[in-house]
């Protein structure tokens, strides 16, 4: 990967980490830089930038061949007005704001209308009302939260989930009736109650995509927002020398989107360009089309986000020229960023900058606000998450002798626990209150732990052969999708108990499962895997392709396309046995 180009200038926070080694081999990691004082809540955020630069353009939309745009000052005025209405409505922390429809404009006021109120918003994966056969995820979270109103955009799409759950009492706003929630403001009572919020006042509740179980609700502060809010801005301080410019398709259900990526733009004095579309077939145009219009300053993406666009980027000289124009920084996180997508995301770069674009990643969870690592160097490697940004200890807690690490979370982003589950809450924090994240790391390099930390996967995903021998499941993944691309979106690896490795492959669009020439590719990559040597550990003997796509009640993939590995195992035991069957059929790719 490497390359004589110049990098992009880019203002970080300097290289340099604190390590406390403790006798057990436990390890824990700060920076060395303090985190300096945060807002006391995001409407805080809203009110300045209302008074400072109150015609700049704050969220935009589709509408038809334009955009639909909101000022700051218009964003306040309307906030205040459904915060009245809000009042009267008897919301309140135990009666949230629930939200089950997309990213939009409407979305966005409905949710700092609440906040700016002490009323916490509750946004539920779309998937689980539109794409859902049975709702029994939704009904799980509508029963823990009672939510005392829920918005929908369009209330036709929604009609099927919300008659199951008309058991419960709520008022339902859509955006055709929003606007008789903005007929009378009273600004005096609205400002009295947002001075009463404090840091500890819940501003969400996000939900786990309940691949292990049903979903829980993780309770999200005013505290934990802002404190992350400030500990990036301190990690990545060129973000103070423009106001970044986003477009974003990430969903505001999840930490990612809606946390992160909102939480920036609103901190800034930004704009989000909200983005329609999503990584999958069908919808990727959608976001090609406005990434060819508007020239973001910072691309934020899971991986396969990436990976879609790039044929595009690749066909398409006004798609680069538009997205290279005024981008510094291209962030990628949920997953490691495969290394053929990397390559090439770089060349793009170069032939059309004359410069390598940074490439950086972050780290966290719904948990942790989300970020607790972040890249701010230069880095070469994909699967390095960064170090711990101001303010946050990590813990790494040594992992037999695998030369990984279990991963801990201490500090102001981290969540005070699970909506009415104290019995989770006291099971997720060890006894000097880190958060046990369930993920594992290692260090780039070992000599020098500056050099930041890898992920190395979920702790729970990893197995052993009937060798003894582990298969460390992350690492494996991202050398299999290399080793197929691109042929392969993602790959589940199976073997538990077994005498080798076995590949559960979700074909890339556009790649059938029964097509010879696909086969014959994912033959080749599993010849390449065992022909880089480290034994039964670091291959697959053998391979199916899925002709099914990942099922959301399931719980085998999230809305930023993160797949379950565990959950799909478990969903897909009839396949597995045929992969391990002792005389495969002709579904079976067998080395």
């Not at 080694?21 to 390890?27: W, Y």
Request: glycine share 6%; hydrophobic share 40%; charged share 25%.
């Amino acid at each position: 990967m490497e390359t004589a180009a110049d990098r992009v200038p880019l203002k970080f926070l300097a290289r340099r980490v604190d390590v406390e080694r403790r006798t057990d081999g436990t390890l824990v990691l700060c920076s060395p830089e303090p985190l300096r004082p945060y807002e006391r809540c995001l409407g805080e955020y809203l009110e300045r930038w209302a008074r400072e630069k109150p015609d700049a353009v704050f969220l935009a939309e589709r509408a038809g061949e334009g955009w639909r745009t909101i000022t700051w000052r218009e964003t306040r005025q309307t906030v205040y007005g459904i915060a009245t209405a809000l009042l009267s409505q008897g919301v309140s922390v135990e009666r949230p704001v629930a939200v089950l429809s997309d990213n939009s404009i409407d979305h966005a006021l409905m949710a700092l209308a609440a906040m700016h109120i002490g009323v916490p918003v509750a946004p539920i994966s779309p998937a689980y009302s539109l794409m859902s056969r049975d709702f029994a995820k939704l009904r799980t979270i509508i029963d823990l939260i009672e939510p005392g109103l829920i918005f929908v955009d369009h209330p036709e799409q929604f009609e099927r989930a919300l008659t199951s759950i008309r058991h419960h009492r709520f008022e339902l706003v859509t955006s055709a009736n929003i606007a008789r929630l903005t007929q009378v403001t009273d600004e005096a009572l609205v400002q009295r109650i947002f001075s009463s919020i404090g840091p500890e006042t819940i501003a969400k509740f996000l939900f786990t995509s309940g691949s292990t179980g049903q979903p829980k609700a993780v309770i999200n502060t005013q505290r934990m927002l802002c404190s992350n809010i400030q500990s990036r801005a301190q990690a990545w301080p060129f973000l103070d020398d423009e106001p970044p410019v986003l477009v974003d398709w990430l969903p505001w259900n999840h930490t990612f989107g809606g946390n992160n990526d909102f939480g920036m733009v609103l901190a800034h004095a930004g704009t989000m360009y909200i983005d329609a579309g999503k990584p999958a077939p069908g919808l990727i145009e959608t976001t090609v089309r406005n990434l060819r219009e508007v020239s973001a300053t910072i691309s934020l993406n899971a991986p396969r986000g990436y990976d879609a666009l790039l044929p595009f980027f690749e066909k398409d000289a006004q798609l680069r020229r538009t997205f290279f124009a005024r981008l510094r920084v291209i962030l990628y996180a949920a997953a490691a960023l495969p290394v053929h997508v990397w390559d090439r995301l770089e060349q793009l770069s170069i032939q059309e900058t004359g410069r390598r674009m940074h490439m950086v990643s972050g780290w966290g969870s719904t948990e942790t606000a989300p970020q607790v690592t972040i890249v701010h160097y230069e880095s070469r490697r994909t699967s390095v998450i960064g170090l711990p940004s101001p303010g946050y200890e990590l813990k790494m807690v040594p992992v037999d002798n695998t030369g990984k690490y279990e991963l801990r979370v201490r500090g102001s982003n981290v969540t005070p626990g699970y909506w009415k589950r104290p019995d989770l809450t006291a099971a997720a924090f060890d006894e000097e209150n880190f958060y046990k994240m369930g993920d594992a790391g290692r260090f780039a390099d070992p000599e020098d732990p500056a050099q930041g930390i890898e992920f190395a996967g979920r702790l729970a995903e990893d197995f052993k052969l009937t060798s003894a021998t582990w298969v460390h499941v992350g690492a494996l993944r991202m050398r299999a999708i290399a080793a197929m691309a691109p042929v392969a979106q993602d790959i589940v690896i199976a073997g538990h108990d077994c005498d080798d490795v076995g590949f559960l492959i979700f074909p890339a669009p556009g790649c059938c499962a029964t097509d010879q020439t696909v086969r014959n590719q994912v033959r080749e990559g599993m010849i390449r895997l065992r022909a880089e040597g480290g034994g039964s550990s670091t291959y697959a003997a053998r391979a199916v392709l899925l002709d099914e796509p990942p099922s959301i009640d399931a719980g085998e993939i999230t809305d930023k396309g993160y797949i379950n590995q565990r959950a799909v195992l478990e969903s897909r035991a009839e396949i597995v046995k045929r992969l391990y069957a002792q005389s495969p059929d002709d579904l079976v790719i067998v080395l």
